[in-house]
């Protein structure tokens, strides 16, 4: 059973394609694309939990444009920012644009691993929410709020 749906975007392929087989063995269901116009595509197509985005892509849409646009698409989706040129501009951006975490090549397996786990944790949290918020809205009714816990009692 695959714990989460994880994209993983970088346009260093045999990175790429380890970092998705690394994730594969440990359950999760990954795939990878080489450009942000690719994820940007691929998060129209199916929903993703997770996104692991290399930062700086040469060419064409770089992270922090790609952020953007997966954003406006599944606002839900939690984007951890990966590089290898690091810079605090760069990370602020990110951060203001709504990624979750940052960080730095080369990252262990088990690091990443943690982030992923807070990530689809905080994005659960946040889809349960607006779950029970729409569900308290289905129990209202004219002149009349239906009060779960006094009907239990």
Excluded: W
Aim: glycine share 8%.
């Amino acid at each position: 059973m695959d714990l989460f749906r994880v994209l993983v975007v970088d346009d260093e392929k045999d990175f790429l394609e380890t970092l998705v087989n690394r994730l594969k063995k440990r359950n999760v269901d990954a795939i990878g694309v080489l450009s942000g116009e690719a994820a940007v595509e691929e998060m129209k197509k199916q929903l993703f939990d997770v996104v692991i985005l290399d930062v700086k892509m040469p060419g064409g849409m770089d992270g922090i444009e790609a952020l953007r646009e997966m954003k406006k698409i599944q606002p839900l989706c939690e984007v951890i920012l990966l590089t290898g040129h690091a810079s605090v501009e760069t990370s602020i951006e990110g951060m203001k644009l709504g990624a979750f975490d940052y960080l730095l090549k080369p990252v262990r397996l088990e690091d990443l691993m943690i982030k992923l786990g807070q990530a689809f944790e905080k994005k659960n949290a946040h889809e349960q929410k607006i779950r029970g918020a729409r569900i308290k809205q289905l129990m209202r009714f004219p002149g009349r709020v239906f009060d779960q816990e006094k009907e239990d009692a």
